[in-house]
């Protein structure tokens, strides 16, 4: 698959539960016709297949260390060149990288999500466009408690635990900093209709409709 352009790449950040999903989807679903993917940070945690359960259950996984961000990128870089690549298939049940993978084909817009995607100097470098989803750190919560209770069977105690100890520190530390660097601030995510409408008419503008 050859193009004269260089695939269009969008990076969508923001806190658990802020809303960043939504917004990714909300582009995504604004190009129906177009050739477009989304490529999640989440995918590329780290594979500790060579640690035992125990130490694996420890794992912060809102932290920069979780994740193969040099894989990450060494796929980006493919499917600037219009390469598929094998994306990796993480397994949360036995919290390593499962033996699968998923065929991605090249795409000529591509939306990063993550909560970290900002945090490196050369993944920024490589995106046309930044978005920051900013959300009150009080919807925050309770969207994670209402999803994790409902979808992952997670106890309350257990899920305010970890946002305390967890979460809610990693935040602040590694993923509200990297707010400066972005091009977009969305408050309120998915809810945010002229934010997102803005965003889409830049995209048109870069695939030059």
């Known amino acids: 698959?050859?193009?004269?352009?260089?695939?269009?790449?969008?990076?969508?950040?923001?806190?658990?539960?802020?809303?960043?999903?939504?917004?990714?989807?909300?582009?995504?679903?604004?190009?129906?016709?177009?050739?477009?993917?989304?490529?999640?940070?989440?995918?590329?945690?780290?594979?500790?297949?060579?640690?035992?359960?125990?130490?694996?259950?420890k794992t912060n996984y809102d932290h920069p260390f979780a994740f193969d961000t040099d894989l990450f990128i060494e796929h980006l870089h493919k499917l600037l060149n219009y390469e598929a690549v094998e994306k990796p298939v993480y397994d949360y049940v036995a919290h390593t990288r499962s033996e699968q993978v998923e065929i991605q084909e090249p795409k000529e817009v591509i939306i990063l999500e993550g909560i970290l995607i900002l945090a490196d100097e050369r993944l920024r470098n490589m995106m046309d466009i930044k978005v920051y989803v900013d959300t009150d750190d009080d919807i925050r919560i309770i969207r994670r408690i209402k999803r994790d209770i409902e979808e992952r069977g997670r106890t309350l105690d257990s899920v305010i635990n970890q946002y305390l100890t967890v979460v809610k520190p990693m935040y602040h530390q590694f993923i509200e900093p990297t707010k400066r660097y972005a091009d977009v601030v969305v408050p309120e995510g998915g809810q945010n209709h002229v934010a997102i409408d803005l965003i889409n008419t830049k995209i048109d503008t870069f695939l030059g409709n």
């Open 1 to 57: 698959m050859m193009t004269e352009h260089k695939p269009i790449i969008i990076g969508v950040t923001g806190g658990s539960g802020s809303g960043k999903t939504s917004v990714s989807h909300a582009i995504l679903n604004h190009f129906p016709n177009h050739s477009i993917m989304m490529l999640e940070h989440d995918s590329y945690y780290k594979d500790q297949s060579d640690l035992p359960f125990e130490e694996r259950l």
